[in-house]
């Protein structure tokens, strides 16, 4: 219905931001209209130059803030990326599987997501293109996201972190 219902602020100095680029670590407060964090985003620092374990990519999703409801976490994967939703103990609820090439050339990209009982797609987070002048000199980027409406908020709480995961692993610029 084209109302703000959330606002994102990261907390990271300009040195990080900087420095680390797409992989820095970053906490980052999803707030609502009324001011009150709703969500935190915590993610920790990780190279993006290998596939190696240790580098693949997460974050963690609290709501209310300090209470873990779950987690995003990159798998390795040879050809197209795979995100894994988990619950607050890490077991697998979601996948997120990314395109061969997840760049915007003239059109939106889709990042379908899937049930893991073999139901299939239910939902999808897209990275939508904006027009050639602001995705050529602009950083700035809109993704929208559907999921089921009788979804489990918490589902839908950490669907929204993997979101901003989307966004630095594919989207963020490198400077």
């Not at 190279?47 to 209310?64: A, F, G, R």
Request: charged share 20%; hydrophobic share 40%.
């Amino acid at each position: 219905m084209s109302q703000q219902v959330y606002f994102a602020v990261e907390d990271t100095d300009c040195c990080t931001r900087q420095c680390c680029g797409p992989g820095r670590p970053f906490e980052m407060k999803i707030i609502d209209n009324m001011q009150r964090e709703v969500i935190h985003l915590s993610r920790p620092f990780r190279c993006k130059c290998c596939w190696w374990p240790w580098c693949l990519q997460e974050i963690e999703i609290q709501s209310p803030p300090g209470t873990v409801i779950g987690y995003v976490e990159q798998k390795q994967t040879w050809w197209k990326p795979k995100l894994e939703i988990q619950d607050a103990q890490h077991q697998a609820i979601m996948m997120i599987n990314g395109p061969c090439c997840p760049c915007s050339c003239g059109s939106d990209v889709k990042f379908p997501i899937h049930s893991l009982d073999g139901g299939g797609e239910i939902g999808m987070i897209t990275k939508q293109w904006t027009g050639l002048v602001r995705e050529l000199f602009a950083d700035a980027a809109n993704f929208g996201i559907t999921f089921p409406l009788d979804l489990d908020i918490k589902y839908k709480a950490i669907l929204i972190g993997a979101v901003f995961l989307v966004d630095f692993m594919f989207f963020e610029r490198k400077n």
